[in-house]
């Protein structure tokens, strides 16, 4: 466990905290006017190892052997000129801090999206020392800025990272379905008027990410999926953009639990640890490895049965149930992964430069109009 001071005046700035892996989905901007909610559990933290936030400094500004050092290898919009190792904790997990009111962003909507730079301070000595994200269409955190904050060892006994049996055992399988909700949206009893049921947002994003893996590892060749709900998340996309014909690859599911993948198999999609964020590999590590948060993973490898569906209707005054609520309902639109996810995976792949996967990334605005992503 550890917990973050300031670096001007030592002031204690978290609760006691447990390093996890970044969430994939930590920088997604979901849809429009959404209500998301916070990223990181409580009790947690993450750090992104590359640099993020403002400054930003547009491509064409950016000499191409740097973006290769900084392993970007296509272009991209902007690089961010902060510091590496940004720190992500729940909002609720900082204290003695305060807002500072002038720093709400640029290009906030519904609430603070952190464009300004730093908009909270330490109490005691008013050094700016992170961003609190709360804007629509973000995922809710305060990003501690790593010059401005210290990490310190807290008081207790050091937990190991789970086994990946243990993981198993907990069972903390990922939803492909949820509800959504709009910006400032109020739940009344009975009422879901403001509510949505989607694929989640959080599956969106692992899929961004895991399709710009399987297009890597599939040399231009088709690649079939299982069967189920991962052929609806990834083939419509996969046919798309690669051709048809023979050399087909099959990506099947590996993982704890599973049964061991075939030594002809070139391609497997196996789970992220959510604590360390190494990737699961079997015993022959031949096959190229598609990764996948360990929640979406679970789901996939081991399906849970639909629940059933809550009542919709109010209970009668008097009644004390938790099953009433909105009707648990399938998405009305196909399966789309995130195409930012996707594209910000892609460029950090070095394959990326092969023709067929740059033609890929420039038709990409293309493919999100069709429906791809």
Same mark, same amino acid.
């Given at each position: ?207 961004g990410h895991a399709l710009a893996h399987l297009l ?39 993982? =704890?639990? *599973? #049964? !061991? @993948? /075939? ?15 190494? &990737? ?24 849970? =049965?639909? *629940? #059933? !569906? @809550? /009542? ?15 009707? &648990? ?45």
């Open positions: 466990m550890f917990v973050f001071v300031c670096a001007g005046c030592g002031t204690r700035l978290t609760t006691p905290l447990s390093l996890v892996a970044l969430p994939v989905h930590a920088h997604q901007k979901y849809g429009n006017g959404v209500q998301l909610p916070v990223l990181m559990e409580s009790r947690t933290f993450a750090v992104e190892p590359e640099p993020w936030g403002p400054p930003w400094r547009r491509w064409a500004e950016i000499h191409p052997d740097e973006a290769t050092a900084r392993g970007v290898y296509a272009p991209v919009y902007a690089l961010s000129d902060g510091a590496p190792g940004a720190i992500v904790i729940a909002p609720g997990d900082a204290s003695g801090t305060v807002l500072i009111p002038e720093k709400r962003g640029g290009g906030y909507c519904c609430g603070l999206d952190g464009t300004d730079g730093p908009n909270v301070a330490c109490a005691e000595c008013a050094l700016p020392v992170a961003s609190r994200i709360d804007d629509c269409s973000l995922w809710q955190a305060m990003w501690l800025s790593p010059n401005a904050v210290r990490r310190l060892p807290a008081d207790g006994a050091f937990a190991a990272p789970l086994s990946w049996t243990e993981l198993m055992a907990e069972e903390r399988a990922t939803p492909p379905f949820e509800p959504i909700a709009t910006w400032g949206s109020r739940m009344a009893a009975g009422h879901w008027s403001n509510y949505w049921w989607s694929w989640s947002p959080q599956w969106e994003a692992a899929a890597a590892a599939s040399d231009g060749h088709p690649v079939l999926v299982p069967d189920g709900l991962g052929r609806q998340v990834f083939q419509r996309t996969l046919d798309a953009l690669l051709p048809t014909g023979p050399q087909t690859r099959n990506a099947p599911l590996a993982g =704890p639990g *599973l #049964p !061991a @993948p /075939s030594r002809d198999v070139s391609i497997i999609f196996v789970p992220s640890h959510p604590q360390t964020g190494k &990737t699961w590999a079997p015993a022959d590590p031949l096959p190229y490895l598609v990764p996948l948060p360990f929640g979406v993973w679970l789901w996939l490898a081991f399906p849970r =049965p639909d *629940l #059933p !569906a @809550p /009542s919709s209707v109010a209970p009668p005054a008097g009644t004390l149930r938790d099953d009433f609520g909105p009707p &648990t309902l399938r998405p009305r639109h196909l399966f789309r992964a995130d195409s930012e996810v996707f594209r910000r995976t892609l460029v950090r792949l070095p394959n990326v430069r092969s023709p067929w996967l740059s033609d890929i990334l420039k038709s990409l605005e293309h493919h999100v109009r069709a429906g791809l992503f």
